[in-house]
């Protein structure tokens, strides 16, 4: 029997309350979901809905899963990574009315996959991910449930990418918001997000700068992008490695160095990879680093950096700060890997994933797309389906409000003209 936080923990009040006091945190930092909170008090919206979820446990999300719950819905969660859990926000969600949390740090596989298992059990009519676990466990272990799911909605582009492919085999029976695809989310959590976490994450974790080292960036897609971009901001050379032609012209012309990795592995002094590819720097290419190189994923698995090519490389390994494992090399090179090649933005030791500013965004999203699945769900196809731009845009127009900026509106006439095509000089 999977056990909930609370029957994990020795000291579960205490938890309790230093996860509240994070929780209390990160929600006087998010306008937008507290404003969905006074409509969803009110409204209640998604009454009658059980949501399974399977995300990072951390205080932000934890907002969120609050939010659905003062919505009306019934909501039980696991993590999406053994690592990003924290136990005390895991403890005070699970004491929020309507809420049960299996999410633990540190969990093994079994525990891990026991613990989706254990959400599966709330019978769920949504699902919430964050890299498709609870989706494609549903398909796999539970066909029985898809004919009461009304939808689900995916959180990243791993599990967008995932969900996507199927599709495409004709096996995803019901439908999936793609909230990673939406520009309230991508253009924000992935860039911003992404860019400011992992670096900030590497710096606190070894307490190294980043000024005046090489950065290897591969890949440079949206979270690329954001890394390379704070990175080159805080004085780093940035060298970019791509495998997509335009992202490589891209990136050359912002101005970064683009060479293979085989090429970037002997400049480079730290490595990120953000491709949510798997094998992307290997043994011919730890070969090649200088002693000392820092190695560091920001995407969803922990399959970018090819630590089982490193592990036989290595005559030694030792844990030389905390969250950065040294391997050393029989020339006696050392390579440091930070947080296991896990999301370094999340699953470190200090990490606390995005700002909250970007997650109230991303989650605002998430919480309409929940509340559109309960009203609309007849809409909706089984497969994978872009967020309506209307969701998008009354996300977008709650930030705006909450950060007092305004905005022109187009007059009559213009809207004519830019839907018209009878116009030239
Ligand atoms: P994206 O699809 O926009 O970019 C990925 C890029 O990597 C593409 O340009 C692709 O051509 C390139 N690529 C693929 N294989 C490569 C290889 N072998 N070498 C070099 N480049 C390669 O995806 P996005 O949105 O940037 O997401 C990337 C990963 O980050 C995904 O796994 C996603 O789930 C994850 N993610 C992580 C976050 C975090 O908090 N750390 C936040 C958001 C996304």
């Known amino acids: 029997m999977t056990r909930t936080i609370a029957e994990r923990l020795d000291d579960p009040a205490s938890a309790r309350a230093a996860g509240r006091r994070k929780m209390d945190w990160a929600e006087a930092h998010m306008p937008i979901l507290a404003a969905l909170r006074e409509s969803f008090a009110a409204d209640e919206p998604l009454a009658g809905e059980r949501i399974a979820m399977a995300m990072h446990v951390e205080a932000k999300t934890a907002v969120l899963v609050e939010l659905l719950a003062v919505g009306g819905a019934e909501v039980?969660?696991?993590?999406?990574?053994?690592?990003?859990?924290?136990?005390?926000?895991?403890?005070?969600?699970?004491?929020?009315?309507?809420?049960?949390?299996?999410?633990?740090?540190?969990?093994?596989?079994?525990?891990?996959?026991?613990?989706?298992?254990?959400?599966?059990?709330?019978?769920?009519?949504?699902?919430?991910?964050?890299?498709?676990?609870?989706?494609?466990?549903?398909?796999?272990?539970?066909?029985?449930?898809?004919?009461?799911?009304?939808?689900?909605?995916?959180?990243?582009?791993?599990?967008?990418?995932?969900?996507?492919?199927?599709?495409?085999?004709?096996?995803?029976?019901?439908?999936?918001?793609?909230?990673?695809?939406?520009?309230?989310?991508?253009?924000?959590?992935?860039?911003?997000?992404?860019?400011?976490?992992?670096?900030?994450?590497?710096?606190?974790?070894?307490?190294?700068?980043?000024?005046?080292?090489?950065?290897?960036?591969?890949?440079?897609?949206?979270c690329g992008r954001g890394v390379a971009k704070k990175a080159a901001g805080m004085n780093a050379d940035v060298i970019v490695t791509e495998v997509d032609p335009r992202r490589a012209l891209e990136a050359h012309m912002e101005g970064y160095d683009v060479m293979p990795m085989r090429e970037a592995a002997s400049e480079g002094d730290i490595f990120v990879t953000t491709t949510g590819n798997r094998d992307v720097v290997t043994r011919a290419d730890f070969e090649r680093m200088a002693d000392g190189a820092l190695l560091a994923n920001a995407g969803h698995f922990d399959v970018e950096i090819n630590l089982e090519d490193?592990?036989?490389?290595?005559?030694?390994?030792?844990?030389?700060?905390?969250?950065?494992?040294?391997?050393?090399?029989?020339?006696?090179?050392?390579?440091?890997?930070?947080?296991?090649?896990?999301?370094?933005?999340?699953?470190?030791?200090?990490?606390?994933?995005?700002?909250?500013?970007?997650?109230?965004?991303?989650?605002?999203?998430?919480?309409?797309?929940?509340?559109?699945?309960?009203?609309?769900?007849?809409?909706?196809?089984?497969?994978?389906?872009?967020?309506?731009?209307?969701?998008?845009?009354?996300?977008?127009?709650?930030?705006?409000?909450?950060?007092?900026?305004?905005?022109?509106?187009?007059?009559?006439e213009q809207r004519e003209y830019m839907d018209s095509w009878d116009h030239g000089t």
Not at 187 to 204: Q, R
């Open 76 to 222: 039980a969660i696991a993590g999406c990574n053994p690592l990003s859990t924290q136990d005390d926000v895991s403890a005070a969600l699970h004491a929020v009315d309507g809420v049960t949390s299996y999410a633990s740090h540190g969990v093994d596989t079994d525990e891990y996959y026991d613990a989706i298992e254990a959400v599966v059990g709330v019978d769920p009519t949504i699902t919430v991910d964050d890299g498709a676990d609870m989706v494609t466990h549903i398909h796999d272990e539970h066909p029985e449930l898809i004919p009461q799911l009304k939808g689900g909605c995916e959180e990243t582009t791993t599990g967008v990418h995932r969900l996507r492919s199927m599709a495409d085999d004709g096996a995803l029976d019901y439908p999936m918001f793609a909230v990673n695809d939406t520009p309230m989310k991508t253009l924000f959590d992935n860039v911003h997000g992404t860019g400011e976490s992992a670096l900030a994450n590497i710096a606190m974790t070894t307490n190294l700068s980043v000024a005046g080292k090489t950065v290897v960036v591969a890949g440079y897609g949206y």
């Open 310 to 412: 490193l592990d036989e490389m290595a005559v030694s390994t030792r844990e030389v700060r905390d969250g950065v494992q040294e391997y050393e090399l029989s020339d006696g090179r050392r390579l440091n890997v930070l947080a296991e090649g896990r999301l370094v933005n999340l699953a470190g030791p200090l990490s606390m994933g995005h700002p909250v500013e970007v997650m109230d965004q991303s989650f605002g999203v998430q919480a309409v797309c929940a509340r559109e699945l309960a009203a609309n769900h007849a809409d909706y196809d089984p497969g994978v389906h872009d967020v309506p731009d209307r969701l998008d845009r009354e996300v977008a127009e709650v930030k705006l409000d909450a950060e007092d900026i305004a905005i022109d509106d187009l007059s009559d």
